[in-house]
C-alpha cells in the first residue's frame, strides 16, 4: 500500500542476474488505498504481456507486503503459468492476514484496502509453494513481526523461510540483508521445502487457524496471557482479553515460547472458545 514501483524495481536491478528483462509495474499510489481487484488485473496484463512477448525466457518474482497478496491472487488464477516460474519471493506480505487490516474493519466488513488485507489467503498461497520453490522473508522489529505485519502472517508450508532481526516493513524493500537474502536462496537451484513433521504444536497451530474470524497476530499480550490447559509434554494453550474485549490466543512450546498468536473479533469469540475446547479434548494422545 501507499508505493509506487520505483522502490521494487531498484531492489529487482540489484538482485537480478545479468542480462534480465526486469518488469516493475506500478499500481498507481492512490489506487492501492481502495480495491484490490483493479491491482490484479494489472499485474495480470503484465504477466501475461510479458509471456507472450518473452515466450521462451523462465521468470522469477520478488512481492512485497500488498504485492504478494496479489501475485497469489494471480497465480492461483493461472495455474498454467507456475511452469515458467522459477521462484517466487515474499517481502512481509501478509498471507495470512493482517492483524492491523482486521483493527480497522474487525467485523470483516472492512475499510477500503483492510477488508482484503484482513483476509488469509494461505490455503490458496500454499497450492502454490508446492509446486514454485518460494521464499518467505519476514522482518522482526517488535518481537513477533516487522512493526506493520505479524511473522507469523508470512509463514507458508513448503516455503523456505528467513526472518531478518531489525529490518522493518518499509526496509524489507531496501536493506543490503534482503538482497544477500534473495541472491543467496538464487545461487543454486531450489525445490519446494518438504513439510515439517507433524507435532502437537503444529496441529494446534492448523487447528485454531481454521477457526471463522482468526487473524494471526504478533506476540502482544502473551506476557499477560493466562493458561487454560497444558498438555503431557508441556505445550500449552494461554488466552488474554485486551482491554477492548477483544480474546487472543497463544500456543506455547514445552520451553516456554510462543510459537503461534492470533486473536478474533467480537462475533467470533464463542467459535474461539469451542475450538479451545475441542483441541483439548482432541490432542491430548
Not at 12 to 41: C, D, H, M, W
Not at 83 to 105: C, H, K, N, Q
Request: proline residues 6%.
Amino acid at each position: 500500500m501507499a508505493d509506487n514501483n520505483k522502490a521494487m524495481g531498484i531492489l529487482a536491478n540489484k538482485v537480478a542476474p545479468p542480462q534480465s528483462y526486469v518488469i516493475a509495474p506500478t499500481l498507481g499510489f492512490i489506487q492501492t488505498y481502495f480495491e484490490i481487484e483493479p491491482l490484479i488485473r494489472k499485474v495480470e496484463q503484465a504477466a501475461g504481456q510479458a509471456f507472450q512477448q518473452n515466450p521462451d525466457t523462465p521468470a522469477r518474482i520478488i512481492a512485497t507486503s500488498l504485492g504478494g497478496v496479489i501475485w497469489v491472487e494471480v497465480l492461483s488464477r493461472h495455474p498454467e503459468w507456475w511452469g515458467r516460474f522459477e521462484s517466487l519471493v515474499l517481502l512481509g506480505s501478509p498471507i495470512g492476514g493482517a492483524d492491523l487490516a482486521r483493527m480497522v474493519g474487525p467485523f470483516g466488513w472492512g475499510i477500503g484496502m483492510a477488508k482484503h488485507l484482513g483476509q488469509s489467503r494461505r490455503a490458496l498461497a500454499e497450492r502454490l509453494t508446492v509446486e514454485i520453490p518460494t521464499l518467505v522473508v519476514a522482518g522482526n522489529t517488535t518481537d513477533g513481526g516487522d512493526g506493520t505485519v505479524p511473522i507469523e502472517s508470512t509463514k507458508l508450508k513448503h516455503a523456505h523461510f528467513i526472518c531478518l532481526d531489525g529490518v522493518d516493513h518499509p526496509g524489507l524493500r531496501t536493506h543490503p540483508a534482503v538482497v544477500k537474502v534473495i541472491q543467496e536462496f538464487w545461487s543454486q537451484p531450489r525445490e519446494p521445502f518438504p513439510a515439517s513433521e507433524e507435532n502437537v504444536v503444529s496441529k494446534l497451530i492448523a487447528h485454531f487457524r481454521s477457526v471463522p474470524g482468526i487473524t494471526d497476530a504478533s506476540e502482544k499480550g502473551f506476557s499477560r496471557a493466562r493458561n487454560v490447559f497444558s498438555f503431557a509434554d508441556g505445550v500449552s494453550i494461554r488466552i488474554w482479553t485486551n482491554l477492548l474485549g477483544v480474546n487472543h490466543i497463544f500456543i506455547v512450546n514445552n520451553h516456554g515460547k510462543c510459537k503461534y498468536a492470533a486473536f478474533v473479533g467480537w462475533i467470533h469469540s464463542a467459535g474461539l472458545q469451542r475450538a479451545i475446547s475441542t483441541a483439548i479434548q482432541s490432542f491430548q494422545d
